[in-house]
C-alpha cells in the first residue's frame, strides 16, 4: 500500500513537472535567450517536451499499454532484489524523481538566463 503511494507520487510529480518544462521552454522560446545557439536548444527542448507531454495525456487516458508507474514498479522491485532491499529501492527512486525534475525544469530556466553586463 505504501509503495503504491510512493510510486503514484512520484509519476504525479513527473507528470507536473513535464507540464512545468513545457510551461518554460515555451516561455523561452517566445521570449526569445538573447542567442541563436540558446534559441536553437530552446526550440528542441520544447518539441522534446511536448512530445512528453503527449504521452503523458495518453497515459492518462488509459491509451498507452506501459505506463510510467509499470515501469517504475518493475525498476523498484528489480533494484529491491539486486541491490539491498526496499530502502534501496525507494532511495533509488527518490533520486530519479529529483534527477529528472532537475533536468526538465532547470534546463528551460539555464536557457533563459542572460549575460549580464
Do not use: Y
Not at 15 to 33: F, L, N, P, Q, R
Not at 41 to 65: I, N, P, S, W
Not at 95 to 115: H, Q
Request: glycine content about 8%.
Amino acid at each position: 500500500m505504501k509503495m503504491e503511494r510512493e510510486v503514484q507520487a512520484v509519476v504525479c510529480l513527473h507528470h507536473v513537472a513535464t507540464c512545468i518544462s513545457v510551461a518554460a521552454s515555451g516561455w523561452a522560446v517566445i521570449k526569445g535567450t538573447g542567442s541563436r545557439v540558446r534559441d536553437t536548444l530552446a526550440g528542441v527542448f520544447l518539441a522534446v517536451q511536448l512530445f512528453a507531454l503527449v504521452k503523458v495525456v495518453l497515459e492518462t487516458a488509459g491509451k498507452r499499454k506501459e505506463t510510467l508507474e509499470d515501469r517504475v514498479i518493475q525498476l523498484r522491485n528489480q533494484i529491491g532484489k539486486t541491490r539491498g532491499g526496499k530502502m534501496a529501492a525507494s532511495a533509488c527512486t527518490a533520486l530519479l524523481l529529483f534527477a529528472s525534475l532537475l533536468f526538465k525544469i532547470g534546463i528551460p530556466l539555464c536557457l533563459l538566463e542572460r549575460k549580464r553586463r
